[in-house]
Nanobody, 126 residues
Framework: QVQLVESGGGLVQAGGSLRLSCGAS????????MGWFRQAPGKEREFVAA????????YYADSVKGRFTISRDNAKNTVYLQMNSLKPEDTAVYYC???????????????????WGQGTQVTVSS
């Protein structure tokens, strides 16, 4: 059974940093893409970043480019989201997701991902 467990959320002041972790278990993820999404109250879930596990190729939403970095640790089966220069508008529940990786994949769409974590709250105060 696939499990994704996020950790690392919390309360931080604007301009600060947090690192989210997503521990993955239950299958081999070498042929998967891993994504981070977020959802603020009253808003739709939105794409943040994604990484192809096999190649390490990364994708980012324009709103986080230059501030967030997604990475993976093969040995630990863990994906990270390093978030720097945080803004109050980054406040949301952050979710980790996993889905099969194939040519032409749309990494930006929640529907591509089959598995989701429970989410971790990130709150940025002004």
């Amino acid at each position: 059974q696939v499990q994704l467990v996020e950790s690392g959320g919390g309360l931080v002041q604007a301009g600060g940093s947090l690192r989210l972790s997503c521990g993955a278990s239950g299958r081999t993820f070498s042929s998967y893409a891993m994504g981070w999404f977020r959802q603020a109250p009253g808003k739709e879930r939105e794409f943040v970043a994604a990484i192809r596990w096999s190649t390490g190729t990364t994708y980012y939403a324009d709103s986080v480019k230059g501030r967030f970095t997604i990475s993976r640790d093969n040995a630990k089966n863990t994906v990270y989201l390093q978030m720097n220069s945080l803004k109050p508008e980054d406040t949301a529940v952050y979710y980790c997701a996993a889905g099969p990786d194939y040519s032409g994949s749309d990494y930006y769409t929640p529907g591509k991902y089959d598995y989701w974590g429970q989410g971790t709250q990130v709150t940025v105060s002004s």
